[in-house]
């Protein structure tokens, strides 16, 4: 593979993107980068192609063809060595439910090789930035569903990776819930972590730096927000997606 790393800046480079099913084409030639620090929305409805394209770029699946960077590691040679600089969280928290709060954070931590001695002082730390140092014992089927969030996305982020990665982490929970979720997305964001976000809740396209569409598996349309809305004449980036997949 040799995709020139002609932009320094770039730590998700991605060219003509393949991954077929049989005869089904999930991701139809996929071209994009993704700037260290940034935001990206990843956006479509279900069965676009995004979590598809989301496993390939994690490491999990092979595509069937294309050249992908990740942080300037080949996806191909390199799977191993990309999920140690990646977080992962999925729609479903990725957590354990019968483990109790403090045995998910212990648990990943040592997935993603922290010591002990880091483990046991960011725990702590942790712990009391989300205020559950006084639940910490309790078994995340206990918890309400926005402290699940909130514990999932934390873990995530737990070993500074370079990159976390976010399917839809903001299915099924109410407005105020998810607003408090980008809030942490911010954060993380602003300690340089870039931040990739798969969505089909258009709204969401409003907080990041960057939005790619993808309709039946191809991106439509990719750029900030407001460059989207001003180019489809569309109030908010819900019109957008409207008038892409009618064109489609």
Not at 55 to 69: F, M
Not at 90 to 114: C, H, P, V, W
Not at 223 to 248: C, G, M, Q, W
Request: hydrophobic share 40%; aromatic share 10%; net charge neutral.
């Amino acid at each position: 593979m040799n995709l020139e790393m002609t932009h320094n800046n770039n730590i998700i480079e991605v060219k003509n993107l393949v991954k077929k099913f049989d005869d089904f084409i999930a991701n139809d030639n996929l071209s994009f980068e993704v700037k260290k620090g940034e935001i990206f929305g990843f956006l479509g409805a279900n069965g676009a192609g995004k979590t598809t394209a989301i496993k390939i770029l994690c490491g999990i699946s092979y595509p069937t063809s294309g050249e992908i960077k990740i942080d300037g590691l080949d996806v191909y040679k390199d799977r191993e060595k990309i999920k140690k600089r990646i977080g992962y969280m999925s729609q479903k928290f990725s957590l354990y439910d019968d483990l109790t709060i403090i045995e998910n954070i212990r648990f990943y931590a040592g997935i993603y090789g922290m010591s002990r001695l880091e483990i046991k002082k960011r725990s702590v730390e942790l712990l009391e930035r989300l205020n559950l140092t006084h639940a910490k014992d309790r078994l995340i089927s206990d918890i309400p569903l926005g402290w699940k969030q909130k514990l999932a996305f934390s873990v995530a982020v737990f070993h500074n990776p370079a990159i976390v990665f976010l399917d839809e982490p903001t299915g099924g929970v109410d407005p105020v819930t998810r607003r408090q979720f980008w809030e942490l997305i911010y954060e993380s964001a602003l300690k340089g972590i870039t931040v990739f976000v798969t969505t089909h809740y258009m709204d969401e396209a409003e907080y990041c730096d960057r939005v790619s569409i993808m309709v039946d598996g191809r991106i439509e349309a990719l750029d900030t927000p407001e460059l989207l809305k001003e180019k489809y004449n569309s109030i908010d980036i819900n019109e957008v997606f409207l008038k892409l997949a009618r064109v489609s």
